[in-house]
T-cell receptor, first 116, second 114 residues
Framework: DTGVSQDPRHKITKRGQNVTFRCDPI?????LYWYRQTLGQGPEFLTY????????KSRLLSDRFSAERPKGSFSTLEIQRTEQGDSAMYLC??????????????FGSGTRLTVV | GNSVTQMEGPVTLSEEAFLTINCTYT??????LFWYVQYPGEGLQLLLK?????DKGSNKGFEATYRKETTSFHLEKGSVQVSDSAVYFC?????????????FGTGTRLTIIP
C-alpha cells in the first residue's frame, strides 16, 4: 500500500468552471476526510466519511461543493462554478478510526487548485 | 468551540540550536493533541501525539508534553538539524466526544541554517 493518493497534484482552472478531485485512501481505512489549506494557514476541516456515509460537513462547504465516497472506497470532491477564493490546497486523509491504539490520520500530498 | 494558537514564524535557527515552538489550545472537551510536520512538496506527517494530561509524545528527537493546567503542548528539540526545516502544525481532536475532525494551528515555518 502506497498511502493516500490524490489526483491531480495541480489543477489550474478558469473562474466559473467545475473541477473534480479524487482521493484514494489506504485500503483498510474506513474513515476519509477532506481539508482545505490556504496559504499561510493550517488545514481546515471540510467533511468526513465513515465508509460511504458522509457524517459531517463544515459550514465552509458551500452549496457549490459536493463530496462522495461511493462504495466506501475512493472519494471525489467537486467544486462547481469555481471562484478565485477557492484557490487552495485540498488535502485528503484517511484513518482506521479513533478507537484503536494506532489512531491518527494519514494525509495525502494534496491537490493544489488555482482559479484564474 | 475548539481552537489552537501557535507561535508565529518564521523561525530561523542555527544547526544544533535548541528549539521551542509554542502551542496553546482551547477545547470544550478533553482533546488529544498532535504535532504534524510538512516538508516541502510533501503531505502532512504525524510527528507525535499525546492523549491525556502529563503524557509526553516523542519522535525523532522532538518532544511535547500535554499540560492541562496551562492548556499547552509546546514542541521542543534539543539539537536541531538542517533536515528539520519544515512547517510544523499543532492540532487537536476531541474524538472522545465523538468529534473526529482535527483543528489545526496556523503553522510555524522552521528554517535551520548550517
Amino acid at each position: 500500500d502506497t498511502g493516500v493518493s490524490q489526483d491531480p497534484r495541480h489543477k489550474i482552472t478558469k473562474r466559473g468552471q467545475n473541477v473534480t478531485f479524487r482521493c484514494d485512501p489506504i485500503s483498510e481505512h474506513n474513515r476519509l476526510y477532506w481539508y482545505r489549506q490556504t496559504l499561510g494557514q493550517g488545514p481546515e476541516f471540510l467533511t468526513y466519511f465513515q465508509n460511504e456515509a458522509q457524517l459531517e460537513k463544515s459550514r465552509l462547504l458551500s452549496d457549490r461543493f459536493s463530496a462522495e465516497r461511493p462504495k466506501g472506497s475512493f472519494s471525489t470532491l467537486e467544486i462547481q462554478r469555481t471562484e478565485q477564493g477557492d484557490s487552495a490546497m485540498y488535502l485528503c486523509a484517511s484513518s482506521l478510526g479513533w478507537d484503536t491504539d494506532n489512531y491518527g490520520y494519514t494525509f495525502g500530498s494534496g491537490t493544489r487548485l488555482t482559479v484564474v | 468551540g475548539n481552537s489552537v494558537t501557535q507561535m508565529e514564524g518564521p523561525v530561523t535557527l542555527s544547526e544544533e540550536a535548541f528549539l521551542t515552538i509554542n502551542c496553546t489550545y482551547t477545547a470544550t472537551g478533553y482533546p488529544s493533541l498532535f504535532w504534524y510536520v510538512q516538508y516541502p512538496g510533501e503531505g502532512l506527517q504525524l510527528l507525535l501525539k499525546a492523549t491525556k494530561a502529563d503524557d509526553k509524545g516523542s519522535n525523532k528527537g522532538f518532544e511535547a508534553t500535554y499540560r492541562k493546567e496551562t492548556t499547552s503542548f509546546h514542541l521542543e528539540k534539543g539539537s536541531v538539524q538542517v533536515s528539520d526545516s519544515a512547517v510544523y502544525f499543532c492540532a487537536l481532536s476531541d474524538y472522545l466526544s465523538g468529534n473526529e475532525k482535527l483543528t489545526f494551528g496556523t503553522g510555524t515555518r522552521l528554517t535551520i541554517i548550517p
